[in-house]
């Protein structure tokens, strides 16, 4: 299914917005990649993360006309879209479900099939590893786990204003990392 | 602060992952309008995240890829749906009155053609009618001409049967300038009313008439000019009430003349009583 053809940023977004099957194969082909691998680092489960990547690729075709291109590159609104669609889900009543019925399965030992998934190995999260503990911490409850800086402050019981100045400071180290 | 400050503030990786406030994200959007150099700083840590995500993606199952596309098709098939009663309506209207249109047209085509139709038709009866009512106006012209000929023909017929009536034939005279000439008079020996019938004279030229001359006593008396337009009918010329002897048709000049020219001379015949 893979396809030949290869986009600039901005073919591919006319395409898309042109309903073209082609450019959408092309773009599930070069991105799903990193966008499930985010899912994943946030829901840590892959039957879940299975049922949010369609969400999220369902979500770029239909929201396509809403993109735009002056307010960052479509990875980049297409990584947002994902996160935002990975915590709602965290923070949904069937989230909470199945985590419970994990710990039901877990203690009659009756757990057919593994798909949670130990995430720390893979991506940012294994980018943030290399963090000092302290900004690791706040960049997983900000970004991984989609809590503002007052809930962050109340959770770790340290000032707004510190949270703030460690969470720019832990994402600039980051993205030394990235480089 | 600065713009490389601002840069370097860690607002641009803030921004970029979602972590940044309303406030923040909306600066953020003004300072990159107003600085190229916070965009270029944006677009490259953005190429950046992509690059490494992109190295450190996880396949996802192949399974879902034929789901996900599957479900697009539902979208795709639905989507129509939701759109066409939208478009269709205008859509629609056009068609019922692009319909509406042709229709209008073929009437009026065939409009036309009737009114032409019926245009040469009616062309045709009208001639038809001129035609008609010009031969009944002939018709009835030849009628009267008929009716008046029999009528002139039916009182010469008359006259002629009048036992009073005396007939006087008129052949030619020797020196008549054309020998085959004859004329009858009919003259009523009560009434003394004198009739004329040419049976033969030629036709003279335009600015002559013939004369009719009654003989009394040797003498000519003018009895009057006549035409040749008649034809054999019976013409009424001047009474005559003296007792003539003879009478003679000479060829005068147009209007007659107070004497005779004997020269020109055609017919003459005796009174027999």
């Known amino acids: 299914m893979s396809t030949p053809e290869t986009y600039t940023e901005q073919e591919l977004i006319s395409a898309l917005r042109e309903r073209n099957n082609q450019a959408f194969t092309y773009l599930y082909d070069n991105y ?54 990975s915590i709602d889900t965290l923070r949904s009543g069937s989230f909470q479900n199945s985590q419970k019925n994990q710990v039901i399965q877990e203690n009659v030992h009756f757990k057919s099939q593994v798909t949670e998934i130990n995430a720390d190995n893979i991506g940012l999260k294994k980018i943030l590893t290399k963090l000092k503990p302290e900004h690791r911490t706040l960049i997983d409850l900000a970004y991984f786990k989609g809590f503002t800086h007052e809930e962050i402050a109340q959770i770790e019981d340290i000032p707004l204003g510190t949270v703030k100045t460690r969470i720019r400071n832990a994402l600039l180290q980051l993205r030394e990392y990235l480089k | 602060m600065n713009v490389q400050e601002y840069i370097s503030s860690g607002i641009i990786e803030s921004y970029v992952l979602g972590l940044a406030t309303r406030e923040e994200r909306i600066e953020f959007e003004r300072m990159c309008a107003a600085h190229s150099e916070v965009k270029v700083a944006r677009d490259n840590f953005e190429h950046t995240l992509e690059k490494r995500l992109e190295e450190q993606g996880i396949t996802p199952p192949k399974h879902l890829k034929s789901k996900i596309f599957a479900e697009l098709e539902v979208e795709n098939d639905h989507r129509p749906e939701k759109i066409l009663p939208l478009n269709q309506r205008p859509e629609m209207r056009a068609g019922w009155l692009r319909y509406m249109a042709a229709a209008s047209v073929i009437l009026l085509i065939g409009s036309t053609i009737l ?51 005396e007939v006087v034939r008129m052949p030619s005279v020797p020196s008549s300038p054309h020998p085959a000439s004859m004329t009858t008079v009919f003259w009523n020996t009560n009434t003394k009313d004198v009739y004329l019938m040419v049976n033969n004279l030629p036709q003279p030229e335009v600015n002559k008439q013939y004369q009719l001359w009654a003989i009394v006593d040797g003498k000519p008396v003018d009895a ?47 009174v027999s009583i």
Do not use: C
């Open chain 2, 224 to 270: 009057g000019v006549f035409d040749m337009g008649e034809g054999t009918s019976l013409m009424k010329m001047k009474n005559i009430p003296l007792a003539a002897q003879a009478f003679a048709i000479t060829l005068e000049k147009k209007g007659g003349s107070p004497t005779p020219s004997m020269d020109a001379m055609y017919v003459m015949g005796r």
């Open chain 2, 115 to 165: 009114n032409f139709y019926f245009f040469t038709q009616y062309k045709k009866y009208v001639n038809r009618s001129d035609e008609l009512i010009a031969k009944q106006a002939r018709t009835e012209a030849a009628a009267q001409t008929m009716q008046k000929k029999l009528g002139d023909y039916q009182s010469a017929m008359d006259l002629i049967k009048n036992p009073a009536m």
């Open chain 1, 32 to 85: 799903s990649g990193a966008l499930y691998s985010i899912i994943l680092q946030i829901v840590h489960n892959t039957d879940l993360a299975d049922d949010i990547l369609q969400e999220v690729f369902l979500n770029i075709w239909r929201k396509i006309e809403t993109y735009d291109p002056s307010r960052g590159r479509l990875f980049t609104w297409m990584l947002n879209i994902a996160r935002n669609a």
